[in-house]
């Protein structure tokens, strides 16, 4: 009885590392047949299947290639993302400066008596009068 429950609770390890390995595998990398084709293999045939991806269709080497992201995962990682936020944030510093500074000029051309700031009238266009 109890060889018996070893051996149904050893299948069951056997099918789901597989299967498991299986699915984790990217399937540019499978070997023999396609990744669908080991996922069903795996399911019809449980120990054989898992025994013939172990022997036939894992990916050669030791260890297998961590994923790749061609991006970083969140914006505050992404070096692009902040130098485009530093310039927005310089650029927007800038426009509120340049507001302030024009304000100011007009403000004072009110008080000279309707001067425009360049200390031209402001309906006169080129300068001359």
Known sequence: MLFRVALAVAVLVI????????????GRLT????KPAWII?????????AVLWLLIGR??????????YP???APDDDPDFLRNLEARRRNQ???????????????????DGGK???GTDEHDTDGLK
Do not use: M, W
């Open 31 to 34: 070997r023999g047949i396609s």
């Open 116 to 118: 425009h700031p360049r």
């Open 59 to 68: 990916p050669r080497g030791t260890a297998q290639p961590r994923p790749s």
């Open 93 to 111: 510093a800038e426009a509120e400066r340049l507001k302030k500074l024009r304000d100011e000029l007009e403000s004072k051309a009110k008080e």
């Open 15 to 26: 099918f789901v590392y597989g299967l498991v390995d299986v699915i984790r595998t990217e």
């Open 41 to 49: 293999v795996q399911i019809v045939l449980p120990v054989l299947g």
């Open 71 to 73: 991006h970083p995962t």
